[in-house]
Nanobody, 115 residues
């Protein structure tokens, strides 16, 4: 079973940056489209960005131009570079497959943006 471990969150001021990482165990990582999701306080979990096995990317409108998703298949890692952060970006961030069936969800990493 694939395990996902997210890290890199923290507390930043509006306009700041964070770089999130997600390490996935298991050699099948490289064949899967991977995604970052986030769940804000009292909200549902939403898709933020995804990247295909070939490296093609897509973003939610709310983060387009500010966030960049990337991956290293050699390191079984997917990244999310978050720039120009806004208080509305405050959430727990998770990575997982883009498509179901999802892997077991990791613990996520908390990103808090102060105004």
């Amino acid at each position: 079973q694939v395990q996902l471990v997210e890290s890199g969150g923290g507390l930043v001021q509006a306009g700041g940056s964070l770089r999130l990482s997600c390490v996935a165990s298991g050699s099948i990582f490289r064949f899967n489209a991977m995604a970052w999701y986030r769940q804000g306080p009292g909200k549902q979990r939403d898709l933020v960005a995804h990247i295909t096995s070939a490296g093609n990317t897509n973003y939610a409108d709310s983060v387009k131009g500010r966030f960049t998703i990337s991956r290293s298949n050699a390191e079984n890692t997917v990244y999310l570079q978050m720039n120009s952060l806004e208080p509305e970006d405050t959430a727990v961030y998770y990575c997982n497959r883009k498509l179901t069936p999802y892997y077991d969800w990791g613990q996520g990493t908390q990103a808090t943006v102060s105004s």
